[in-house]
């Protein structure tokens, strides 16, 4: 069909077309020309363009803000939402659904609202996440569509994503979109300084989904814990909890077998765990692999299973921050988490198997509040830190650093309406 939708799409034909179902090129081809034929609409559009979990984790807090706050009636905006779960497998969360439902919001499989914005670029707008040429080959769908929306004109604006790591603001410096919404400012200062991005094209509005840490309620997450796993009850008097959320094992890809490592990274981390003291709580990443699961398969052989508990993804009462406001220490290597742990207050262990692993590009934390990298040799490295740090009651953690500023502008509840006015603002830039 290829030679038949370049045909009839034209200079509007996007790569995307190459994701979408069949049912889906259909409906392109039949609603398209119509479209391209009516008289192009003036009224202000907002299309929110999701293709991976990312995009879902941090644009939709956006979309469902600007849905419920009223902006749209008052400006007489039209609000899209494009999910295109061919690219990464998307499915986006049965509670967002429900939400979007309520809101009468109905995902599109297919990209029409951008061939529209095309056809009237001036008071069009598509907002992005994961736009990074830097890394093209997982963002090449970001890219490419907001490559091809620039040429008609259309305002493209972008959120980041992964927190001040290394890699991940050089990703973020190759950001395709006319704007750039960044969490605080030590990406900002990096951005400008570091890789000369045009300190015009970028806008601190902190991380949306920062908006609940003020709000956290330590009292209620350990109801919860003990709601849904019951045996933690009696261990909670006196034992501590430290929390793991160590991303994906995945990180060690060109390390050798990542699996096989990864395997060695929980065992080491059980190991060094005194469980008669420790309550470890263990947060799986969304991407994780589930069958079979690596953090079970290894407690049943090196740890006490009584005292390790593996939170699933799909146990959303339970997030990472809830989990952090309870944990007297976090267990991490490579991930956003560490940087929300040390603005909570918290003391962070990063654990790697490699000096050269992926915890390198988040070395730099060691600038701010009790954070320390530790490596698999020596062996006992481990133990020993995660000893001092939960018995060392004397330990100051106090920083005079503004975590907050460098990390995610403000724990000021507003980083989702600052984010939203900026996105609306740019329909009213010519």
Request: aromatic share 8%.
């Amino acid at each position: 069909m290829s030679p038949l939708e370049k045909a009839i799409l034209g200079q509007y034909y996007f790569p995307l077309q190459d994701y979408l179902g069949f049912d889906e090129k259909l409906a392109m081809l039949f609603q398209s020309l119509p479209l391209r034929l009516s008289r192009s609409s003036p009224q202000p559009e907002i299309s929110f363009f999701l293709y991976s979990k990312a995009c879902e984790r941090l644009l939709i807090p956006l979309l469902l803000h600007l849905a419920e706050s009223g902006i749209l009636e008052k400006n007489d905006i039209k609000l899209n939402l494009v999910v295109l779960p061919g690219i990464h497998q998307l499915q986006l969360v049965p509670q967002t659904l429900e939400k979007l439902s309520s809101l009468g919001i109905t995902p599109q499989a297919n990209y029409l609202s951008l061939i529209r914005a095309c056809l009237s670029p001036q008071n069009k707008g598509v907002v992005f996440c994961l736009d990074h040429r830097e890394l093209y080959e997982f963002h090449r769908c970001g890219v490419d569509t907001a490559d091809q929306l620039r040429q008609f004109g259309v305002k493209t604006l972008s959120i980041q994503h992964g927190g001040t790591r290394k890699d991940s603001v050089k990703g973020l410096a190759s950001t395709v979109s006319d704007l750039i919404m960044v969490w605080g400012k030590r990406v900002e200062r990096e951005l400008v300084q570091d890789y000369g991005v045009d300190p015009q094209r970028i806008r601190v509005v902190g991380n949306p989904l920062h908006d609940v840490l003020n709000t956290l309620d330590p009292e209620a997450a350990l109801t919860t814990l003990q709601k849904c796993y019951p045996q933690v009850q009696p261990q909670l008097p006196h034992k501590k909890i430290v929390v793991l959320a160590a991303c994906l094992h995945t990180e060690y890809q060109g390390y050798g077998d990542e699996a096989q490592l990864y395997r060695q990274y929980i065992q080491h981390i059980y190991e060094s765990l005194d469980f008669s003291k420790v309550l470890l709580l263990i947060k799986m990443h969304p991407n994780d692999q589930r069958n079979p699961n690596l953090y079970q398969q290894a407690a049943q052989e090196f740890a006490d299973l009584d005292s390790v508990v593996v939170i699933e993804p799909e146990v959303t009462e339970l997030s990472v921050y809830a989990l952090l406001s309870i944990a007297d220490l976090l267990l991490t290597r490579s991930s956003t988490v560490a940087e929300e742990a040390l603005m909570m207050g918290k003391q962070v262990v990063a654990f790697d198997l490699f000096e050269d692993g992926p915890s390198k590009g988040y070395k730099h934390l060691e600038e701010y509040g009790v954070y320390q990298t530790v490596y698999a040799d020596p062996k006992p490295a481990l133990k020993t830190e995660i000893e001092r740090m939960l018995l060392d009651r004397d330990s100051d953690h106090s920083t005079t650093i503004d975590l907050a500023a460098e990390f995610t502008y403000a724990l000021d509840g507003q980083s989702t309406q600052r984010a939203v006015d900026e996105i609306v603002q740019r329909l009213s830039v010519r």
